[in-house]
């Protein structure tokens, strides 16, 4: 079988990623900043295919293409748009941000120039269709025995369940 | 390339599966012009149905019985000024009817009209149906806020807020149904040993589970399967924001909901995306809890001659239709004026019954000619007979619910999905894991 993992596909996604991120950061409008999000996480998801890891890529599809960023057009609609854009930003955070962009940028290329060292020749090659069983075997365990990140994963959940229940007193005046 | 085709009939992958992109260009053909055309078919279908149920006639005036309405229809909307109001954001206003569109039609890459009749056998396929067909709500949202105005705006809230939240209980019915695929054991109750369960998120991994358990999901763990279903079976109807939870369109409250200032090839476009997202929508809940391509009581009523009796029921089918057509012919009233009509029903009818005579032609020709090819074919129509079959009685299901209950109210809506729906939802999927672990 002939992998559909082509540098074509890698090139045009990870370009899609980039000018979707562009386009989040220079558009005025929040609304277009949102749709142009969305079209970075998608094609991160097909970046996730292209590593032959299809959970990962529904899940992000699921959870952050059609579950987190409706909610948010969602808030962004409510908001009177016409003020925000012709608003000027009044917070002195940019300085911050580029700091914090630049570190990423750096730790990027030094990724970049030390290439292959830092990675495992071939990292587990398991069959496509054994990749949501193994996701599933590292989370949860095997029969009787612990998964690798069960307990991460369980706090993981404690938190968003602290999360959803504060925003539940915040929203909520009488419980 | 003769051979290439037969080749390919008598093939037991998809061609997603076989790495053959011609042939899943082919079916992806196939399946676009098929859905169009059913959505078509269901156009017409709804709007009689919907007048029988309330004691008028229907269409009646384009064709026999109105049969060439919605022809008449598309044309129209074709033909109509398409208006982009002066204050809408143009190329959101633009694009989201494509998207709409685009999120429901690729939900059929991965439905399995029959072992090898799908596009391709995803092995995250039901994570990559519920995931796609969630996209869709960008769309309307996209419409309501482009549109710039206040009914659509309102529409396109309502829309996301009730989509958002029954795709939670949605989920959970789905996630019950995934685990009933780790449990190997045969009949209602049948559990195998907990260690070698692996369950399967492909679709056409669902179905053969299903075979292989000899029950349908449905009925597995009963009442537990049949909850799960009903959950689903509510929630896919909000999902496609059909009556009686249309309040994104809701004609009496605002006008047309997200898509009131869309006007001709637009609007159709959404229209067709929402039918679209029903069949689409249908069609997950038969591979999950109806036994997707299987043929009803394949065990009960096993062997040779109940499946070349149940291989049948494609042909008779079109011929009770033919047999309608040709009692409508008979029934029509004797004037010139309706010279015309009465001949092209009768041609209708014609067409149809040769369509049957065909497939009891392929079937019967299997049975007694024993021809490798042509038993794949007849086999292959079955599955996919049985499947459409199914899913066109929730499409029936889908005006049935519009011509009897009213409209519920926004927050009756809300209050149903988290206080009702959701909680049963989670009891139900947390009730099937114990009961797995009991009996295994």
Request: some cysteine; charged content about 10%; overall charge positive.
């Amino acid at each position: 079988m002939t992998p559909v993992a082509t540098p074509f596909f890698f090139y045009l996604l990870s370009g899609l990623a980039i000018a979707g991120g562009l386009l989040v950061i220079t558009r005025r409008n929040a609304i277009h900043s949102a749709l142009a999000l969305i079209v970075t996480l998608l094609a991160v998801a097909g970046l996730y295919l292209m590593l032959y890891a299809p959970f990962v890529a529904g899940v992000q599809i699921i959870v952050y293409a059609g579950g987190i960023m409706v909610l948010f057009l969602f808030v962004i609609m409510l908001v009177s748009l016409e003020q925000t854009v012709k608003e000027r930003q009044f917070n002195r955070m940019w300085p911050v941000g580029l700091l914090a962009a630049c570190a990423l940028l750096a730790l990027f290329i030094s990724v970049f120039a030390k290439g292959k060292s830092l990675f495992v020749e071939r990292g587990a090659q398991l069959p496509e269709s054994a990749n949501t069983q193994q996701i599933g075997v590292m989370l949860y365990g095997e029969a009787g025995r612990m998964g690798q990140y069960t307990f991460a994963f369980e706090i993981a959940s404690l938190l968003l369940l602290v999360a959803i229940l504060g925003a539940v007193i915040m929203a909520k005046k009488r419980i | 390339m003769l051979d290439g085709f037969m080749s390919y009939l008598g093939s037991t992958l998809t061609p997603g599966q076989a790495n053959n992109q011609l042939w899943a260009l082919i079916y992806v053909f196939i399946i676009f012009a098929g859905v169009s055309l059913a959505v078509m078919a269901m156009n017409w279908i709804e709007r009689k149905a919907l007048a029988h149920f309330q004691v008028r006639l229907g269409p009646m005036r384009v064709g026999p019985h109105g049969l060439l309405q919605p022809i008449a229809d598309a044309v129209k909307l074709l033909i109509k000024e398409d208006i982009i109001p002066a204050e809408a954001d143009k190329f959101v206003f633009w694009i989201a009817p494509l998207i709409g569109l685009l999120a429901s039609f690729t939900v059929y890459t991965v439905v399995p009209f029959g072992p090898s009749q799908a596009v391709s056998d995803m092995n995250i396929g039901i994570l990559f149906m519920l995931g796609v067909s969630s996209l869709a709500v960008l769309g309307v949202v996209m419409a309501g806020w482009a549109s710039n105005s206040h009914y659509p705006l309102i529409g396109a809230l309502r829309s996301s807020a009730q989509m958002v939240s029954y795709e939670v209980a949605m989920g959970l019915a789905v996630v019950s149904a995934i685990l009933m695929t780790s449990l190997h054991g045969t009949g209602l109750y049948g559990v195998s040993k907990l260690s070698d369960g692996t369950g399967t998120l492909s679709m056409i991994g669902i179905v053969q589970a299903q075979q292989e358990q000899h029950v349908w999901f449905l009925f597995k763990f009963f009442p537990l399967g049949l909850i799960a279903f009903g959950i689903f079976a509510i929630a896919m109807i909000a999902e496609t924001n059909r009556a009686p939870f249309d309040l994104p369109e809701a004609e009496s409250e605002l006008t047309a909901g997200y898509h009131t200032e869309y006007s001709g090839l637009r609007w159709s476009l959404f229209m067709l995306a929402e039918y679209t997202a029903m069949i689409a929508v249908s069609s997950i809940a038969v591979t999950l809890w109806l036994g997707g391509w299987m043929r009803p009581f394949p065990n009960w009523l096993s062997g040779a001659t109940w499946d070349f009796i149940f291989s049948l029921f494609p042909g008779l089918t079109f011929l009770a239709l033919a047999a309608i057509a040709f009692v409508g012919v008979v029934r029509m009233p004797r004037h010139s004026y309706f010279r015309v009509q009465t001949i092209g029903l009768a041609a209708f009818g014609a067409v149809l019954a040769l369509i049957g005579v065909l497939l009891l032609g392929i079937v019967i020709g299997a049975k007694f000619s024993h021809r490798d090819i042509l038993s794949r074919t007849a086999e292959g129509l079955t599955n996919v007979y049985w499947f459409l079959f199914k899913v066109g009685v929730f499409m029936y299901l889908y005006i049935w619910y519009r011509a009897t209950w009213p409209r519920y109210r926004f927050d009756q809506l809300m209050r149903v999905g988290w206080k009702v729906m959701l909680p049963i939802s989670l009891g139900v999927l947390i009730v099937t894991a114990i009961v797995g672990v009991l009996l295994g």
